[in-house]
């Protein structure tokens, strides 16, 4: 079985108990990376510049907790095939349609 480490320090190592391919890494990746970035970059926004524009701060707000919504998502579907992969975790469809599966949900919502 393959696990992935997460951390350069072995002591802060995380270990999932998945197959993965060079495809799905890379797919994880950035459905991981690229929200995080947003949500970065919009925080940093906030706090370093004035903004007394009530309409343009709700927007970065806004897309702040889209990215949010979507990094969870991202999140949630990883652990939840790391679940299913294991045994612990009988797979079900999800609230809003998607079947589970990383490499089918993760994709199809923004």
């Given at each position: 079985?393959?696990?992935?480490?997460?951390?350069?320090?072995?002591?802060?190592?995380?270990?999932?108990?998945?197959?993965?391919?060079?495809?799905?890494?890379?797919?994880i990746?950035?459905?991981?990376?690229?929200?995080?970035?947003?949500?970065?970059?919009?925080?940093?926004?906030?706090?370093?510049?004035?903004i007394d524009?009530?309409?343009?701060?709700?927007?970065?707000?806004?897309?702040?907790?889209?990215?949010?919504?979507?990094?969870?998502?991202?999140?949630?579907?990883?652990?939840?095939?790391?679940?299913?992969?294991?045994?612990?975790?009988?797979?079900?469809?999800?609230?809003?349609?998607?079947?589970?599966?990383f490499?089918?949900?993760?994709?199809?919502?923004?």
């Open positions: 079985m393959k696990t992935l480490s997460t951390a350069s320090d072995p002591s802060d190592e995380f270990m999932l108990p998945l197959p993965l391919d060079p495809e799905v890494l890379t797919m990746n950035h459905q991981i990376r690229t929200p995080l970035t947003s949500i970065s970059s919009f925080t940093e926004i906030l706090l370093s510049y004035p524009d009530p309409r343009a701060r709700r927007c970065f707000l806004q897309i702040i907790f889209e990215e949010t919504k979507r990094l969870t998502h991202a999140v949630d579907t990883l652990f939840g095939e790391a679940k299913s992969a294991c045994g612990n975790h009988q797979a079900k469809p999800s609230n809003n349609g998607y079947l589970p599966g490499a089918t949900q993760v994709g199809t919502t923004n």
